[in-house]
């Protein structure tokens, strides 16, 4: 399967992009199933991530879901991918959950709901102020 550059596109009139950093034991499609068994997700698999530092690509599985219903979109990434993790600034984490969204609200939903599934450890907001520059640029905030 053919790699190609792709990065997190949003919709230019939503208002922000939320980070939620997820600490889980279970593989990827395991974790994802179980979101999907849920009413709030309906992941589905989309073209791998890729990040390139000093002509050095790094992939990382991808899924997303669009709940048009609440305006909002999501962005799921395994953070360890082929060669590293998204950042320093991710250490330790397993997922990262990007929330595309122009209903705030939302955001402390879904938070509680991932902190209520047995499957998932810890989950922390992720505030942009602590994310790297060239993080940003490439997440597209």
Not at 45 to 60: A, P
Not at 104 to 123: G, P, R, W, Y
Request: glycine share 6%; hydrophobic share 35%.
């Amino acid at each position: 399967m053919k790699k190609k550059k792709r990065l997190l596109e949003w919709d230019e009139s939503s208002d922000q992009n939320n980070f939620i950093g997820i600490v889980s034991s279970s593989s990827h499609l395991g974790f994802v199933h179980n979101l999907n068994k849920t009413e709030y997700f309906d992941f589905e698999r989309s073209e791998d991530f890729e990040k390139i530092i000093e002509n050095e690509t790094l992939y990382f599985i991808k899924y997303e879901h669009e709940d048009s219903d609440n305006s909002n979109r999501y962005v799921l990434l395994k953070n360890k991918g082929i060669g590293g993790t998204l950042g320093k600034e991710f250490k330790g984490l397993d997922y990262i959950l990007v929330q595309n969204t122009e209903n705030v609200e939302s955001l402390n939903t879904i938070k509680e709901f991932l902190l209520s599934q047995k499957f998932i450890q810890a989950v922390v907001e992720i505030g942009s102020s602590k994310i790297s520059e060239f993080n940003k640029q490439l997440l597209e905030i």
